[in-house]
């Protein structure tokens, strides 16, 4: 059901990827990403998505759980991946009327669907490894800059972390009410489309209750601890650049060099 | 007759992820036609995952539950039908309101379950006087409630299918010692007057005690004792190193036997210890000199 979607969820750990700062884990990741479209040969590309395994395996969390995340895209890649077979040029493998397989077609197809499933690889390296709060105080350190042009990046924040911590609760509570309804007879898997929307409805009016009753008590509880927004506050963790985050810029600096290299000394596959 | 027949009855959670946890194990035994069964346990020892099995909201991974001597899961697609059967009030039920008015709120139950126009007004009327809710009430709007009535019109919604077994998981929870005491008597009126089958989980020894004819004691997932009340608490010992408190007389009454004073443990009320003293007193008035 709904609690088997692991897309950005966060598994709590203790290995080398965990230990890593935050900021430094999402600009990583973002560079990790550009490269992967970067790499326009077969060997750049091998070399990118072995790199990416390996920073995988070292987040010590089972394979099983990464495959899971993939499962939520998996039609997104496949339909890329087929649909591009049939566009591009070069020789001829094969040819049906006005449908042709060619070679650049195959190259495409493969290069979309490596490149999106590594994508999503090592952007859920970067859910799986970092709780909520980090992730999004990494993103108001990354985003601070932008404070001179007046952007409430404290508030945008603060709302992210509130919007990431209650997803669970929320999942929850409408697992809840769906069981409590069902046991009053509601009927939600059977019916045409306009029938099971209907059967929604004594799930989504109690989850909006208890979801602006939840709202209405946060506010009250930082009210009371005198929050007044970004200004002046002090942080309980305070990020550090250390060891692990040098060895992993390191690290990316070696696979960037070696993606770079093999672009230059290989012909380009795709363009 | 038995009514509800657990057969070996084991469920995991998540099964195949690293999330995955017992929840139950090998658990058997069987509830009588017309029986008040109070089920305790610890927190996390299964209870509230015992119900949900008896209509059919969770599937045993193994083991078989029987409603009238047929197995639930024998058609899957007809599991609906266990639920108008099997009653379930939920942990907080005043989360499920959601109609405009409480009266149709009621009504959500005896309307899925097919019942007409008449006969649906017929048991909401009835279910909302055995939970004492008033005729103005009904008209009004749930959220308009306090939450002591809120819980009642959600116990009502349940009642009102006409169930033949009726679960209520921890129904006093978060209510106040007197709103606790008239719940409870209103349930047991309901009991007494539709001669039906009644769970009722909790972990107050207190309210569980005083009600039930017989008492389901779980631990870790398994079926710690099955007896009638007074032979569950004679048994404190055991109990507390479950973490389950014995009610405050029952207590009192052991540390007396601890101190040799041959009194009877299993005792539930103070009205029974003061007759159980007074009975000790008068056999060994005479021996000793108190």
């Known amino acids: 059901m709904v609690r088997d979607i692991t897309l950005g969820q966060y598994m709590p750990g203790k290995s080398i990827v965990h230990r890593m700062d935050a900021r430094s884990k999402i600009l990583m990741l973002l560079a990790m990403i550009g490269f992967i479209f970067a790499a326009d040969n077969y060997m750049a590309l091998l070399l990118i998505t072995l790199s990416s395994l390996l920073v995988v395996l070292l987040t010590r969390i089972s394979f099983m759980m990464y495959l899971k995340s993939m499962k939520v895209i998996l039609f997104l890649v496949l339909f890329t991946g087929i649909l591009n077979i049939f566009y591009g040029s070069g020789q001829v493998y094969w040819e049906w009327q006005f449908i042709k397989i060619t070679e650049g077609g195959v190259n495409n197809a493969v290069f979309v669907t490596i490149r999106i499933a590594a994508m999503v690889l090592v952007s859920s390296v970067l859910t799986f490894t970092t709780s909520p709060n980090d992730l999004t105080d990494g993103i108001e350190k990354l985003l601070s800059p932008l404070k001179l042009f007046h952007v409430k990046v404290h508030e945008i924040a603060m709302m992210m972390t509130i919007a990431l911590r209650f997803i669970p609760v929320l999942l929850e509570e409408a697992d809840k009410i769906m069981n409590a309804q069902k046991a009053r007879g509601a009927d939600m898997e059977s019916g045409g489309a306009l029938k099971r929307v209907r059967a929604m409805v004594p799930v989504l009016i109690p989850l909006f209750v208890s979801a602006f009753r939840r709202a209405n008590d946060l506010a009250m509880a930082m009210e009371c601890r005198c929050y007044n927004g970004g200004k002046g506050r002090t942080r309980m963790k305070i990020m550090k650049f250390g060891g692990v985050d040098l060895a992993a810029l390191i690290y990316l600096i070696v696979v960037f060099a070696g993606v770079i290299l093999c672009n230059i000394v290989f012909p380009a596959t795709v363009r | ?290």
């Open chain 2, 1 to 290: 007759m038995s009514v509800i027949t657990a057969e070996n009855v084991t469920f995991t959670y998540g099964k195949g992820t690293s999330f995955e946890r017992t929840a139950l194990s090998g658990v058997s035994f069987s509830v009588e036609e017309g029986e008040f069964l109070g089920v305790i346990g610890h927190t996390g020892s299964g209870k509230s995952t015992l119900v949900q099995m008896f209509n059919g909201l969770l599937r045993p991974t193994s083991g078989r539950i029987l409603l009238n001597g047929k197995d639930i899961w024998e058609q899957p697609k007809k599991i609906r039908e266990v639920r108008f059967k099997v009653g379930m009030v939920f942990q907080y039920p005043e989360h499920q309101l959601f109609e405009e008015t409480v009266y149709k709120d009621i009504s959500f139950g005896p309307k899925n379950k097919g019942m007409s126009e008449e006969e649906t007004d017929k048991k909401v009327r009835e279910a909302a006087g055995f939970v004492g809710l008033s005729e103005e009430l009904l008209k009004k709007s749930p959220f308009e409630l306090s939450g002591g009535e809120k819980r009642r019109a959600a116990i009502a919604g349940v009642i009102a299918m006409d169930p033949d077994v009726l679960i209520l998981d921890e129904p006093t929870a978060g209510l106040d010692p007197l709103g606790r005491d008239a719940l409870l008597s209103e349930i047991v009126t309901y009991h007494k007057v539709r001669k039906n089958t009644v769970l009722l989980v909790s972990h107050s020894m207190e309210d569980i005690a005083r009600i039930s004819d017989r008492i389901l004691v779980m631990n870790n997932g398994r079926k710690a004792m099955l007896d009638t009340s007074e032979n569950i608490f004679s048994q404190g010992a055991e109990l507390e190193k479950m973490g389950l408190r014995v009610p405050q007389i029952t207590k009192v009454m052991m540390l007396l036997k601890q101190r040799g004073i041959s009194v009877n443990t299993g005792v539930l009320t103070v009205e029974q210890a003061f007759q159980e003293i007074l009975s000790c007193l008068g056999c060994c008035g005479e021996t000793k000199k108190w």
